[in-house]
């Protein structure tokens, strides 16, 4: 069996890898040639724990390849992204094109897989009807599906095989063909549903999350002005059997917690306010850490600070809606501060500015700021930290970093003592 992966992300890539594991010949396509020249040599353009050898070795015995446009294949998955417009509403033109690159190839009998997240209905109001422009019965002649992604990124290659997949076919044969795909590596459950609910469920799980986010972020706000320690209320509130507080930030970032919400609201404006409120609060963070940096530092004159992190989460390189990065730009844009960014995961064709060693980073400094909690720095070296900084001060908005003896460590909710 052949499978025809299009787009070579942080999902199509893993999820070709996967396929070729398992036996598969598999063909990944990408509109990037540099995507494609790499994975040919056996190399990979993202960081994923696991990846880099996995692709290896299933490059060398012959079953991953990459190409610049797809091929005949029994099943075709698209993992193109879904972008947001700027007025918020969901950019599918990836899809969309991804779709009209297979019909030339596509022959009766194939499965149609679209994982990458979109609004409720695109399977049946875009999707299909492009194939049925194309002169095939969406219905009847092809098996087409949603099935949503719904791994974390740093645990992708687990998650992939181990959590259960939702199958969402356009008709109940197109569940069954589409969920036969899955099962042939997939151990955890393959459930079958309708392509609508598939939708629906993906963006409704990564809503849940973002609503809670920002249910402990507004706790943070609260807690600060009341002077109560949010990290010990959530401690004991989740105590609680029933009770599962989230953990505050520096905001919400990525591809996903930070655009999924948006895909709802776009279809039901007066229905989501709860989801539009909690993506405002958890839109407010960076501001509302940069006023505590400037509380923090309000009595120096031009303060070094060392931003520590910049992706939107800890031990990946992924900057994308990433809250730290918003944080890092609009400190280093403003003159009252003297910023050294520090990130171990992050390489300077990124990002927009200069990127500094640890060490120079740290020289210096009058405050560190934490924004991303990877490993690195949950094994920081007090003695060197107070050592080389001009003041032992960190803000650690993450609440990461282990208590140091030699250092004055303020957490994002345990801001009262200020
Ligand atoms: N975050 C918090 N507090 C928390 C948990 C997360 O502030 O208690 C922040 C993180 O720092 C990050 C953001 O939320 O900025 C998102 O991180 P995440 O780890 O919750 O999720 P993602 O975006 O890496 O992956 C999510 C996952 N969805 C769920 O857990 C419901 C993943 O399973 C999905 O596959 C992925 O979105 C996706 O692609 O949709």
Redesign the pocket.
């Known amino acids: 069996k052949k499978i025809c992966v299009v787009g070579l992300g942080y ?1 199509g890539l893993p999820t070709s890898a996967i396929f070729a594991k398992a036996g598969y010949e598999v063909v990944g396509v990408d509109v990037n040639p540099k995507v494609i020249e790499l994975l040919n040599k056996g190399e990979i353009h993202i960081e994923e724990v696991g990846l880099p050898e996995l692709v290896k070795e299933v490059v060398a015995n012959g079953k991953l390849r990459g190409a610049v446009s797809p091929e005949k294949a029994d099943a075709f998955i698209i993992a193109v992204p879904t972008p947001i417009h700027d007025d918020y509403t969901a950019n599918v033109d990836y899809v969309v094109n991804a779709t009209k690159a297979i019909l030339p190839y596509l022959e009766k009998g194939n499965v149609v897989i679209v994982e990458s ?1 979109i609004p409720p209905r695109t399977m049946d109001d875009v999707v299909a009807p492009i194939i049925r422009e194309h002169g095939m019965d969406p219905y009847q002649d092809v098996y087409l599906a949603h099935c949503p ?5 740093g645990r992708i290659l687990i ?1 992939l095989i181990e959590n259960t997949r939702i199958v969402g076919g356009v008709t109940p044969e197109a569940s069954k063909q589409a969920g036969d795909v899955y099962r042939a590596v997939v151990t955890g459950d393959v459930i079958e549903t309708e392509a609508v609910t598939a939708e629906m469920s ?1 963006l409704m ?2 809503t ?2 973002d609503v ?2 920002a249910l ?1 972020n507004e706790l943070v706000k609260i807690s600060s002005k009341l002077g109560v320690n949010a990290h010990n209320v959530i401690e004991l509130a989740n105590k609680h059997p029933r009770v599962n507080i ?4 520096p ?8 655009v ?1 919400p948006y895909f709802i609201i776009e279809k039901a404006v007066d229905e989501s306010p709860l989801i539009q409120t909690s993506r405002k609060i958890n839109n407010s963070m960076p501001d509302f850490v940069i006023s505590q940096v400037d509380r923090l530092t309000c009595e120096l004159g031009n303060p070094k600070v060392a931003v520590f992190g910049l992706t ?2 800890g031990n990946i390189d992924d900057v994308r809606e ?2 730290a990065l918003d944080i890092a730009k609009e400190l280093v844009g403003n003159s009252r501060y003297n910023v050294s960014v520090y990130d171990p995961h992050v390489r300077d064709e990124q990002v927009s500015f200069k990127l500094d060693t640890f060490e120079d980073a740290i020289d210096g400094a009058h405050l560190v700021l934490v924004l991303a909690d990877h490993n690195e720095f949950k094994q920081l070296d007090g003695e060197l930290l107070a050592k080389k900084m001009k003041t032992p001060v960190m803000f650690d908005t ?1 609440n990461c970093v282990p208590e140091l003896s030699e250092l004055l460590i303020y957490r994002i909710g345990d801001l009262t003592n200020l």
């Open positions: 999902i997240t992604e719904r791994v974390l990124p998650e993906k799980e990564n849940f999350r809670n986010i402990a989230h953990q505050p930030g905001g919400v970032g990525g591809h996903c917690l930070a999924d939107y989460k990433s809250p993450k």
